[in-house]
C-alpha cells in the first residue's frame, strides 16, 4: 500500500443538532455503524450493529440536514466502490455494486437536500468520481491526474463548489474543484506530505487543508476570499495522518498523534488564532477523527490500543470523560485505513 500516513479507519457523520453517526472497518472486515439518536447510543455504548460486506479499508459516508437520510460507502476486497443507502430511522437497504477499480478507500462529500459525489485514486493512478444529484450515480468519470495510492479527501465549500484533493506522486498536494458546471484543472497546492490530507469548509468560500509534513509537524494552507494563503506550519511532531473539523465559521479544530503516543489537539477560533497543542492523552494506536454535530459539539475518536474504539466529546465547556481519559466504546477495528 501507499507509504503514507493514513487516515482511521473510524469516521464520524452527523445530520443535526444532537445526532451523530459512527462508521468503522472491523478487524473482520466487515463495517460497522452506532448511531447517538439524542439520548443514548444504539444499539448501544460498547456495540455495533454490523453492516456486513467485506472491506480492506476505511469507509466513507454522507447525510444530509434534516432528512437524516445517509450513504455508506467502500472499496472492497475486490477493489470496487459498494454502497449502501440507510434512513434515520435506522433501516438499510443492501450493498450496491457501483463497480469501478480503485485503490485505496474513498472520500466523499454531499450538498443540498440528496446531492452527493464520491472519489476515490484508482489502480492506473488517476482520480475517478461518480455524483448522485437524488436519481442515481452517473457512471465512473476519470478526473486524470497521478496520485499516490491513497485516500483523497473532498469538500463542499459552496452552494455549488466542491473540490477534491489528493496527494500526488510528487507527494504535494493537488486540488480539483467543480465550479458549477464542470470540473476545472488540477492545481498544484504545494508541499511534500508524509501523510493524507484532510480538507474542511467552515463556510461558504472557506477551504483549510490539514496534512504532515516531511519535517512531521502538522501543516494548515487557507482559502478564503477566493484565493489560497501560504502553507503554515501548526508545529507538533506527528507519527498519524490527522483529523479536522469546524462546527462554524468561527472555530476549526485538528488533532494527531505525537511521536510520544499522546493524541494532541489545537484548536482555532476567529478571535484568537491557532491556540497551543492541548494533550488529549495516550489511548490511540490510530489516527485520531473528528466529527461535529452541532455548535460547541464535537468529537474525537481512534482505534485504541486493543483495537476497541475510543472517544471522547466536547460539550462547549468540558470533555468527557476527561482532556486525558476516553470513553471505551467496544468493536474491534484495523488501525488505519489502509
Ligand atoms: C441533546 O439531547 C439531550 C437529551 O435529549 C439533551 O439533554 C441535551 O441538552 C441535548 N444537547 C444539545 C446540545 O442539544
Ligand atoms: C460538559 O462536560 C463537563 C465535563 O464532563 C461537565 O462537567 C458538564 O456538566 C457538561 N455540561 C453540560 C451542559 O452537559
Redesign the pocket.
Known amino acids: 500500500m501507499a507509504s503514507l500516513l493514513i487516515f482511521t479507519s473510524i469516521i464520524f457523520i452527523s445530520f443535526g443538532?444532537?445526532r451523530s453517526n459512527m462508521f468503522g472497518c472491523g478487524t473482520n472486515k466487515n463495517y460497522y455503524h452506532k448511531a447517538w439518536n439524542?439520548?443514548s447510543w444504539v444499539p448501544s455504548k460498547t456495540t455495533w450493529d454490523n453492516m456486513g460486506g467485506n472491506f480492506n479499508w476505511a469507509p466513507t459516508a454522507v447525510t444530509w440536514p434534516g432528512s437524516g437520510n445517509m450513504v455508506m460507502m467502500g472499496v472492497g476486497s475486490d477493489g470496487q466502490m459498494w454502497s449502501r443507502n440507510g434512513a434515520s430511522g435506522g433501516s438499510w437497504d443492501s450493498w450496491n455494486n457501483m463497480g469501478g477499480s480503485f485503490a485505496s478507500a474513498p472520500a466523499s462529500t454531499s450538498w443540498g437536500s440528496s446531492s452527493m459525489a464520491v472519489s476515490g485514486v484508482g489502480t492506473d493512478g488517476a482520480m475517478w468520481t461518480s455524483t448522485n444529484t437524488g436519481s442515481g450515480w452517473s457512471s465512473w468519470e476519470s478526473l486524470g491526474g497521478t496520485f499516490m495510492a491513497a485516500p483523497p479527501s473532498m469538500v463542499t465549500w459552496g452552494s455549488n463548489q466542491r473540490s477534491v484533493m489528493g496527494i500526488g506522486t510528487d507527494r504535494g498536494v493537488w486540488m480539483k474543484t467543480w465550479s458549477g458546471s464542470s470540473w476545472g484543472n488540477w492545481q498544484g497546492l504545494g508541499g511534500t506530505f508524509i501523510s493524507v490530507v484532510i480538507v474542511i469548509s467552515r463556510g461558504s468560500g472557506f477551504m483549510n487543508v490539514f496534512g504532515i509534513g516531511s519535517d512531521q509537524q502538522m501543516w494548515m494552507r487557507a482559502y478564503s476570499g477566493g484565493t489560497w494563503g501560504s502553507w503554515q506550519s501548526l508545529g507538533g511532531t506527528f507519527s498519524s495522518a490527522p483529523g479536522a473539523v469546524s462546527w462554524g465559521s468561527d472555530r476549526m479544530d485538528c488533532y494527531g498523534k505525537g511521536t510520544d503516543g499522546n493524541t494532541w489537539h489545537k484548536m482555532w477560533t476567529s478571535s484568537g488564532g491557532w491556540g497551543s497543542w492541548e494533550n488529549m492523552g495516550n489511548a490511540c494506536e490510530g489516527a485520531p477523527a473528528a466529527g461535529s454535530?452541532?455548535?460547541?459539539?464535537m468529537s474525537v475518536g481512534c482505534t485504541g490500543t486493543d483495537g476497541s474504539m475510543m472517544m471522547k466529546s466536547w460539550?462547549?465547556t468540558g470533555w468527557t470523560p476527561s482532556g486525558s481519559t476516553w470513553d471505551n466504546m467496544g468493536g474491534s477495528f484495523v488501525d488505519d485505513g489502509a
Do not use: A, D, T
Open positions: 443538532s444532537n439524542g439520548n454535530w452541532g455548535s460547541n459539539q460539550n462547549g
